[in-house]
């Protein structure tokens, strides 16, 4: 009896353990009309950084980082984005991935909008050795980006312009230097790094230091409910790291998309350091019950002394 029990216990494990396997033995089938579906979200500089944000989040843990196939050991291993396998799908076939899932790979369908799995394709996308315009990040055909090497060693200045896209309330700072006829050019491969000011220190934002693309664009999502001062007020910062910190070029931004801070009175609230007429309930009545106990003892004993008195009389 105890084997037919053990053997009914281990079917449906093994069915489901041969079922999975089976599954992520055999090719991922992708049905034609899913492979041709284009990418209907616009490369940017900002997509192409909340889809590494997103990434970092949701995929990293299993894929690893792109480039250094250091994915988990699974059966089968998690492709590395960067490779040519993973390249050579479509962005249509890669969306519908996320959205199934299959085996160990996770469905994103309820998990990820779909508006945030096209920018984890743009920046996917961005690890392929060859990329189509569709797939480039907005970058004009007569505009040349000088490198932060070529900058330093040749002494160009470097200014850093700040500001936020509503939409998606992107912190995007621009670095622009002077070109070889005197006109502005993007800094590309510039480190930025974030900050909130705070009252003991700048609050860093995003994860680590951001580098200038070609078009010396280097972008970070501002977090939801960042506390501001009572307005909403935020003050952010953006530094470019320029020869090791020693010539560092920044730019400061007033904006109001934080949560209002509420001031709160601590000395009109119920408190032991509030006024007396605010004093915490508890007190209020053991200070009375209190008082009532010592005057009614002392009562007490005064009726009972006069009491005695008269008896003696």
């Not at 580098?211 to 970070?220: F, P």
């Not at 530094?239 to 090791?244: F, G, H, V």
């Amino acid at each position: 009896m105890k084997t037919i029990f053990q053997l009914f216990v281990a079917l449906p494990l093994l069915w489901t353990a041969s079922h999975v396997m089976g599954q992520t033995t055999t090719p991922w089938q992708v049905p034609a009309a899913k492979k041709t579906v284009k990418n209907p979200v616009a490369a940017s500089a900002a997509v192409v950084e909340k889809g590494k944000s997103l990434y970092n989040t949701h995929c990293k843990s299993c894929h690893g980082d792109p480039g250094k196939n250091n994915g988990l050991p699974l059966q089968p291993k998690p492709t590395d984005p960067a490779s040519a396998q993973y390249q050579a799908q479509t962005d249509g076939e890669m969306f519908y991935k996320m959205m199934t899932g299959r085996g160990a790979m996770p469905k994103f369908a309820d998990v990820i909008s779909e508006t945030d799995k096209w920018s984890i394709i743009h920046y996917v996308r961005t690890f392929g050795k060859k990329k189509s315009s569709a797939d480039a990040i907005e970058v004009e055909a007569d505009t040349l980006a000088m490198p932060a090497s070529t900058l330093l060693q040749a002494g160009v200045p470097i200014q850093l312009n700040l500001h936020i896209r509503e939409r998606d309330t992107m912190l995007i700072a621009t670095l622009t230097t002077v070109g070889a006829s005197g006109e502005p050019v993007p800094a590309a491969g510039v480190e930025v790094a974030f900050f909130v000011k705070r009252y003991f220190g700048d609050l860093p934002l995003g994860e680590g230091v951001q580098r200038t693309d070609v078009n010396g664009w280097a972008a970070v999502e501002l977090p939801v409910n960042l506390p501001g001062d009572t307005a909403g007020m935020l003050t952010l910062i953006a530094k470019a790291i320029i020869n090791d910190g020693i010539d560092n070029v920044s730019d400061t931004l007033q904006a109001a998309f934080g949560k209002p801070l509420v001031m709160r009175n601590i000395t009109e609230e119920r408190s032991l350091w509030g006024r007396a007429r605010v004093a915490p309930l508890y007190i209020i009545i053991t200070f009375f019950g209190a008082l009532l106990i010592v005057w009614g003892t002392m009562g007490y004993v005064v009726m009972n002394v006069l009491k005695i008195n008269r008896q003696e009389a």
